[in-house]
């Protein structure tokens, strides 16, 4: 059984190689051996829920012109998901908008360029694990 990060709206499963550090904006998972970092964030809009356009849109203003998005579910969250090559830093970024009810997560996975094979896909494995703990 994989030990479990709570934050104050999710939770997510964080299994070894995996160590996760609370920073002041966000939270920071990276493994020891690793080549890159996630980074998640969330925000509460006052009143109603979330809606999918809003998610969309805030990928959108996120990424650079040209980046295609595509329909994601990472546990209990659904939104968008969008990667991409920053050519002037040599980095690759993988960016996530999820939301469930008024809770919306940006989650975005960095690293050099050429290197996102190594860990990008148990990454999105770990985002799987994600749940709301407001319902």
Do not use: L, R
């Given at each position: 059984m994989n030990p479990i990060f709570r934050h104050r709206v999710w939770e997510l499963d964080i299994g070894l190689p995996w160590r996760v550090e609370d920073c002041e904006h966000c939270v920071e998972i990276t493994q020891a051996e690793g080549n890159g970092a996630m980074h998640i964030s969330s925000a509460r809009k006052e009143q109603g829920s979330v809606?999918?356009?809003?998610t969309l849109g805030q990928l959108r203003e996120n990424c650079p012109d040209g980046t295609d998005f595509e329909k994601v579910r990472c546990g209990d969250f659904q939104g968008y998901v969008a990667?991409?090559?920053?050519?002037?830093?040599g980095a690759f970024w993988k960016k996530w908008f999820v939301a469930c009810g008024q809770d919306l997560l940006f989650v975005t996975y960095t690293c050099k360029r050429g290197e996102e094979e190594v860990e990008i896909e148990k990454a999105s494995v770990l985002l799987a694990s994600l749940r709301s703990k407001v319902k």
């Open positions: 809606a999918d356009a809003e990667e991409y090559v920053d050519w002037h830093t």
